[in-house]
């Protein structure tokens, strides 16, 4: 079982403040899935402009956070370990409700298919058990150089 702090998750992903956006994984399996929440708030700097006067998380960064839920999943395996997962693509991205500051956003990514280094993940967010976003993910598996 998974459950990750900030700190474990920073020595798997690249991601530094201000685009590390996975405060902590609650549960998953290396290779299989993984779920993580994001605690979000007024004092985050995509609210500066988005926008200043109804603060709105932007769907692609939900999508960014979903990828990197998945990307703990994927490089969590030890063959994977040190290296990074890329984005590949997106599908059929859909987003059913606003993300504001005080939400607890969790994610869920599950690898559905995985072909040498590229992987395919269903992956999907909530608040308050409503779903507020869901994408296919692909990645590709790579070094950091």
Not at 70 to 78: E, F, M, N, R, T
Not at 90 to 107: Q, S, T
């Amino acid at each position: 079982m998974l459950q990750l702090n900030s700190n474990e998750i920073a020595q798997i992903l690249p991601h530094r403040y201000p685009f590390a956006l996975v405060d902590r994984i609650v549960d998953g399996e290396a290779g299989v899935f993984a779920k993580g929440i994001k605690c979000v708030s007024v004092g985050e700097p995509m609210f500066c402009g988005h926008f200043p006067t109804q603060h709105v998380m932007p769907g692609v960064l939900i999508i960014e956070a979903m990828a990197q839920v998945g990307a703990v999943a994927i490089l969590s395996v030890p063959e994977n370990k040190g290296k990074i997962a890329f984005f590949g693509g997106i599908k059929n991205a859909r987003f059913r409700h606003k993300v504001i500051p005080g939400d607890v956003l969790e994610m869920t990514c599950t690898l559905t298919k995985q072909r040498g280094p590229v992987g395919i993940g269903e992956a999907k967010a909530t608040v308050n058990g409503k779903v507020v976003a869901s994408a296919e993910l692909t990645f590709a598996i790579g070094n950091e150089e």
